[in-house]
């Protein structure tokens, strides 16, 4: 404590340029929390070329992760990297912190949490976008007690589909992708900071079709097979008994239903999109009507990478809020419900997680 956690990222592509943009303004902001140090990809000249636009060192991967000036390791890979990398670093001696989701399997994301544990480092995963503003005020909302006691909450996320826009969208509608992979871990980080852990989910699923066309890049009016269900029903019972209904699909055209409600005996409220790190929370409480509530917690104006300098910040002996525990249980909520969909009955969830700890209203993590 009280120096900045130096980085390594591995994996420069599209993704790294948000990290990127938030390093840059946690230190306008004098966090003091994070400080890139050195990059890594596959594509040495993609790395040579970021690094010189940030002024650090390009190593590659195994150089990285046993980079004594390398206290961290960043890991923006693709899903199927991300517990080859994440080992590497964590026998290494290096806390990690990566994108969504924190491993392929589950089988894999477990390695990654007990590895860590031995080795005594820490994990972070995203998505941090439940530390803003948003889910944050909803959150505490809900710990002030102006929805009573929660009884239930809805989560929806429709769309035609990524196929529309997207130029290589294949891995969409291939085992491990999917509406529920791709989308639902920003609704289940969302609803466990809301409602705490889960145990048990029931579900159903269906596809539309078995071919989806591309609507734009080299590729357009190619057919892409779907080997996955592309719309995903189901009820998550959370160890409080409250109960969420999650609808995630690539099959509805659009919806006017709110990304996620939490209703109580006393009142009900309007979360904003958990894929954002703000938006307006709104409450309507028993005999009453809609209100807006103010902004009253979360880091203001967060972007991605703040869960990264929240896990930097977070002192000796206490958990990081976007910590590997909650990771996992997320992963392993998603894939119990597929497991549920498949065997048609009600599946326990085998992990469990400690809710994570509210963010006061701040501008960033500091050390």
Known sequence: MGQPLRIGIVGVGAISGQYLSTFERLGTLGSGAVRLVAVADLDADRAAAVAAEQGVRALTVDELVTDPEVDAVLNLTIPAAHAEVALKAIAAGKDVYGEKPLAATTDDARAIVEAARAAGVRVGCAPDTVLGTGVQTARKAIDDGLVGTPVAATATMVTPGHERWHPNPDFYYQPGGGPLLDMGPYYVTALVTLLGPVESVVGSASRARATRTIGSG?????????????????????????????????????????????????????????????????????????????????????????????????????????????????????????????????????????????????????I
């Not at 892409?224 to 409080?240: I, Q």
Request: proline share 7%.
């Open 218 to 366: 080299p590729r357009e009016g190619d057919q892409v097979p779907v080997d996955v269900d592309t719309h995903v029903t189901g009820v998550l019972r959370h160890e409080s008994g409250a109960l969420s209904t999650l609808v995630i699909s690539f099959d509805a055209v659009a919806t006017r239903a709110s990304c996620i409600e939490v209703h109580g005996d006393q009142g009900s409220l309007v979360v904003p999109d958990p894929n954002g790190f703000d938006g307006t929370v709104e409450l309507h409480r028993l005999g009453g009507t809609w209100e807006d509530l103010p902004v009253s917690a979360g880091y203001r104006d967060a972007g991605r990478g703040y869960g990264l300098a929240d896990l930097a910040a977070t002192p000796p002996g206490a958990t990081a809020r976007a910590n590997g525990d909650l990771a996992y249980h997320v992963l392993d909520v998603m894939t119990s419900l597929l497991t549920a969909v498949e065997k048609g009955t009600s599946v326990s969830v085998a992990s469990a997680c400690e809710r994570p700890a509210a963010v006061p209203l701040s501008d960033a993590p500091r």
